[in-house]
């Protein structure tokens, strides 16, 4: 939309209050209350962040609490930490924790399992010793290829207490980007599951693994859990190893490893534009202080609540949120393998009433998906122990915040719409749910002791109410340290482009409320003759047409206009995608935001290109209308036998016009 129809949009969205049952629970309470917490954690961050350490169990403390600055800075520096103490050790050693759950998990295949803090802590340990056994230890690399499973945080967690950095790779990519992330990251051993069910399937990532190891590569190990008991997989003796032959002759003992809050703690890759996708570093400890405070004030996780996060194990959402946030707060979580919607629509809400979950979150995409399943299916089930709704990955519609409030929430539950990145390692914008009014479509407010600004292409800030790139001007402890073997890459892709702040490389609105509207990437803000259209305005008014589950629009270069919009959409099975919806959609978009913004054409797909947070890859659309074929990296890719049939379904779709 032109500049003006987004400050009018923005500064006419709706305030609504959060329940004044909820506000009695919540860590904050007041918009007063943030606001002079926040004044004092950005005049005084040493401060706010030493007040999260005290929280935490420390191997030793120094004084020094913040050194440097960007893209050279550490938190608690010579200070000894273990991430694994903090979420396992210190619950199942206190009397009136160790017997809570810490985990329930059900399969996809309708297998229940849950686990105590006590259990995770033996289980844990007894894994630890098995890394040892092999030889590994501080400063080693291992990729893990697992699903959402018990034994998945188990292998995570041992990593930790050892020192050993761990990367997850989601458990569906392919032989080629597996490979590409143990070539890149070095690593020593491959942890997997022999294989998983995905919407009823059974896939077998042992050979996976197998196929990304047939040349040379670095690892010395593979070991394999047996989530299938009946697929067969083969077993290099000289190489493999079973899982729980391993486990029985571990013993249940094993001391946590003294770090540096700073040491490297894990590696997550994320995809870039082009090339080889980056191994974004963050430090162990300062991801556990980080992902500690967010989890804590963002999501109010408290003793009695039962809160899923319906992340993948591969998606660092679930590591900020679930595997160091939660359990660091010592909660009740749920972990399930598997598609959400499968075997049958409602089983999203079936779990949320047999566990009587109070705490949501899940990716826009999932929320729009339930949304097109519909308002009946929701009406089935008892949701009323929902307290709070939290999503990120991408901006969610207002259109389908209305629905999961009113739908889900009945209009009684705090929705929390945050906005967060790979290299930030958690969630700097977002709403503070006891404080913040909640406004359909905002990402909220900054978090405690982060600075972030919007500023023109001289870094210089802009006023309120109009769009800019955003930025973050303070350091702070989740902050990516390092791109893994590549320090120049690191400081040219985040740091170069505004010395001085953390250049984000998305484009927001900060309104005189000081809440932000993060509108997409830098380059999904389209120029048409002059007018400034966000393409998140557009997808949502795409959206919220009946016909249409999914929308993604992209910039075509053009050579009068600049560039023209281009339209995805997915449609529901009872629509037919011809010209006359085409046209429907066209005026729609005319309708709600002007002619000017008009897509110049629309392609019917079946599928769209996503990540494995379930986020559209924008950038393979452009390409894939630019040059017909997708050549940047492709490995970050959900489901990598989809580009094929895409491209064929994008030429069909031109050639009958």
Known sequence: MSPQNEVEFIQKSEKIEPPVAYKRNSYVR???????????????????????ADELTWIQRENSVIEGSMPDFSFFPGSKINVCQNCVDRHALDPKRRNKVAIFFEGENGERRSWTYLQLHREV??????????????????SVYMQNLPETYVVLLACFRLGILYNTVFAGFSPEALRERILSSNAKAVICANGSYRRGKVLNLKD???????????????????????LEVTMDPTRDHDYEELMQKASASCEVVPLDC????????????????????????????????????????????????????????????????????????????????????????????????????????????????????????????????????????????????????????VINNTWGQTETG???????????????????????????????????????????????????????????????????????????????????????????????????VINVSGHRISTMEMESSLIAHEAVVEAAVVGQPDEIKGAVPVAFVTIDKQYTPDEELANALQRKVIEDIGSFAKPERIHFVNVMPKTRSGKIIRRMLREIIEEG???????????SDILDKLIAEVKEDSANR
């Open 125 to 142: 340990q007894k894994f630890a010793n098995v890394l040892l056994s092999l030889g590994l230890s501080k400063g080693d690399v291992v």
């Open 30 to 52: 007041s918009m007063a209350e943030y606001q002079e917490k926040y004044k004092h954690s950005i005049e005084d961050p040493a401060s706010f962040w030493r007040e999260i």
């Open 426 to 524: 958690g969630t700097p914008l977002a709403s503070l749910p006891g404080a913040t009014p909640m406004k359909p479509g905002s990402c909220g407010v900054p978090f405690f002791g982060h600075q972030l600004d919007v500023v023109n292409q001289d870094g210089q800030s802009v006023p309120d109410g109009t769009p800019g790139f955003l930025v973050i001007r303070t350091v702070f402890p989740t902050l990516a340290r390092d791109v893994f073997g590549d320090r120049k890459r690191y400081v040219n892709n985040y740091f170069a482009p505004m010395p001085g702040v953390y250049f984000t490389g998305d484009s927001a609105v900060r309104d005189s409320d000081g809440q932000y509207w993060v509108l997409g990437r830098v380059d999904d």
């Open 262 to 413: 700073n040491d490297p703690g894990l590696l997550i890759f994320t995809s870039g534009t082009s090339g080889k996708p980056k191994g974004i570093v963050h430090a162990g400890g300062g991801f556990l202080l980080g992902t500690y405070a967010y989890s804590k004030y963002q999501l109010d996780l408290r003793d009695e609540d039962v809160y899923w996060n319906t992340a993948d194990i591969g998606w660092l959402t679930a590591h900020i949120f679930v595997l160091v946030g939660g359990l660091a707060l010592g909660v009740t979580t749920i972990l399930y393998e598997g598609a959400i919607d499968y075997p049958h629509q409602g089983r999203v809400y079936e779990m949320i009433e047999r566990y009587q979950v109070n705490k949501l979150f899940s990716a826009p995409t999932a929320f729009r998906m339930l949304m097109k399943y519909g308002e009946e299916l929701a009406k089935k089930y008892d949701l009323s122990s929902i307290q709070l709704l939290a999503s990120v990955g991408e901006p969610l519609n207002p259109e389908a915040w209305h629905w999961l409030y009113r739908v889900i929430g009945q209009n009684q539950v």
């Open 629 to 639: 074929t997708v050549r940047g990296d492709a490995t970050g890719l959900e489901d």
């Open 208 to 230: 996976t693994v197998d196929a990304a190891l047939r040349d040379e590569h670095p690892v010395q190990h593979v070991i394999v859990f047996r989530r299938i008991e009946n």
